[in-house]
């Protein structure tokens, strides 16, 4: 198997999900009239990308801390791979619940992208394209980012609740 294509499609798939919450966001936006209006779980969702784009950078172009095992010479923590499917996923599993109703549906594809979310790490070890520090590495920050969304999308959550 190769691994290194596997898991692009499996990052290309998590961004794909992303960009339906973008696209579910933008029909909002046009059907509501107006920005305000439009699912703050779904503008909240921008924090979580915006920092993944943010680490990228810095330790991508500003703080590079190591280099492939393939011998590439490129930057290899945090694995990026690794940090936008999780990122993405464990985004994706706080948003579920709120636009299907079907537990059943959530809990396959909560499945279903917790195994993407193994996969990605895996692969890219055995793909040779980064160290398992890399992984992990990417795995904490997405943590952290899922967690950031979590609370400010409770926050709101709340927030709708008392008005």
């Given at each position: 198997?190769?691994?290194?294509?596997?898991?692009?499609?499996?990052?290309y798939?998590?961004?794909?999900?992303?960009?339906?919450?973008?696209?579910?966001?933008?029909?909002?936006?046009?059907?509501?009239?107006s920005?305000?209006k439009?699912?703050?779980?779904l503008l909240?969702?921008?924090v979580?990308?915006?920092?993944?784009?943010?680490t990228?950078?810095?330790?991508?172009?500003v703080?590079?801390?190591?280099?492939?095992p393939?011998?590439?010479?490129e930057?290899?923590?945090?694995?990026?791979?690794?940090?936008?499917?999780?990122?993405?996923?464990?985004c994706?599993a706080?948003?579920?619940?709120?636009?299907?109703?079907?537990?059943?549906?959530v809990?396959?594809?909560?499945?279903?992208?917790l195994a993407?979310?193994?996969?990605?790490p895996?692969?890219?070890?055995l793909a040779?394209k980064?160290?398992?520090s890399?992984?992990?590495?990417?795995?904490?920050?997405?943590?952290?980012?899922?967690?950031?969304?979590?609370?400010l999308?409770?926050?709101?959550?709340?927030?709708?609740?008392h008005?």
């Amino acid at each position: 198997m190769n691994w290194d294509k596997a898991t692009d499609i499996m990052v290309y798939t998590a961004i794909a999900v992303i960009g339906i919450f973008a696209v579910l966001g933008l029909y909002q936006w046009i059907t509501r009239k107006s920005l305000k209006k439009v699912d703050k779980s779904l503008l909240l969702l921008l924090v979580p990308l915006v920092l993944v784009v943010i680490t990228y950078f810095i330790f991508d172009h500003v703080f590079i801390l190591n280099t492939r095992p393939d011998g590439s010479g490129e930057p290899s923590f945090p694995s990026t791979h690794t940090m936008i499917t999780a990122t993405a996923f464990f985004c994706t599993a706080i948003l579920l619940p709120k636009y299907i109703k079907s537990k059943t549906l959530v809990a396959f594809l909560d499945i279903l992208m917790l195994a993407f979310v193994v996969l990605v790490p895996v692969g890219r070890v055995l793909a040779n394209k980064h160290w398992t520090s890399d992984v992990i590495g990417g795995l904490i920050f997405s943590l952290i980012f899922a967690a950031i969304y979590f609370i400010l999308v409770k926050k709101i959550t709340k927030k709708e609740k008392h008005e």
